[in-house]
């Protein structure tokens, strides 16, 4: 078995010949590439992908206990988490459960991925203007007048520090 693409998830994993020969599918629902979480804790979950389903029509199907009457099943890899690099069964209702509605592990668009990175500030530098280029946009002109002001301030404290008291 290993890692392969498909579609736009970043890794699933492939079926053995074994889950083919009991049935399993590739393909045929909807569900099939779809992304899960599954909380491992309080606070913690695993992410994974639904890479094949049982579909309840075949020779030896899976049964739901609340029913009793056959009912698909899923496999899960799991690619990051607590559960990284475990396959699970999961029904129908644990499937609903556990989807995941915007992709956590899908690729990044391709203009995403050519973003420009920014650029990092002039080393060890005391000029103001290089200071004020490499510094971030504020939100608002409030935030810039806050920024100014605590920077005038930082500026102050040292100066009024050394110089000597004139009021003696």
């Given at each position: 078995m290993a890692l392969v693409g498909r579609g736009d998830v970043v890794a699933t994993w492939e079926m053995s010949r074994a889950e083919r020969e009991e049935g399993w599918q590739a393909e045929g629902h909807a569900f099939v590439n779809r992304e899960v979480a599954r909380s491992t804790s309080a606070c913690e979950q695993s992410?994974?992908?639904?890479?094949?389903?049982?579909?309840?029509?075949?020779?030896?199907?899976y049964?739901?206990?609340?029913?009793?009457?056959?009912a698909p099943l899923f496999k899960v890899r799991f690619l990051c988490g607590?559960?990284?690099g475990d396959v699970?069964?999961?029904?129908?209702?644990?499937v609903v459960e556990s989807l995941i509605t915007v992709p956590v592990?899908?690729?990044?668009?391709?203009?995403a991925a050519k973003k420009p990175?920014?650029?990092?500030?002039?080393?060890?530098?005391?000029?103001?203007a290089e200071y004020d280029d490499a510094a971030p946009e504020p939100d608002d002109e409030d935030e810039e007048e806050e920024e100014e002001e605590h920077y005038r301030r930082e500026r102050?404290?040292?100066?009024?520090?050394a110089a000597p008291d004139e009021s003696a």
């Amino acid at each position: 078995m290993a890692l392969v693409g498909r579609g736009d998830v970043v890794a699933t994993w492939e079926m053995s010949r074994a889950e083919r020969e009991e049935g399993w599918q590739a393909e045929g629902h909807a569900f099939v590439n779809r992304e899960v979480a599954r909380s491992t804790s309080a606070c913690e979950q695993s992410i994974g992908v639904i890479y094949c389903w049982l579909p309840p029509n075949v020779d030896d199907p899976y049964v739901d206990e609340s029913t009793g009457q056959p009912a698909p099943l899923f496999k899960v890899r799991f690619l990051c988490g607590e559960l990284d690099g475990d396959v699970e069964d999961l029904d129908i209702n644990q499937v609903v459960e556990s989807l995941i509605t915007v992709p956590v592990l899908a690729k990044k668009p391709a203009a995403a991925a050519k973003k420009p990175a920014a650029a990092a500030p002039p080393a060890d530098s005391d000029d103001e203007a290089e200071y004020d280029d490499a510094a971030p946009e504020p939100d608002d002109e409030d935030e810039e007048e806050e920024e100014e002001e605590h920077y005038r301030r930082e500026r102050r404290a040292p100066a009024e520090e050394a110089a000597p008291d004139e009021s003696a």
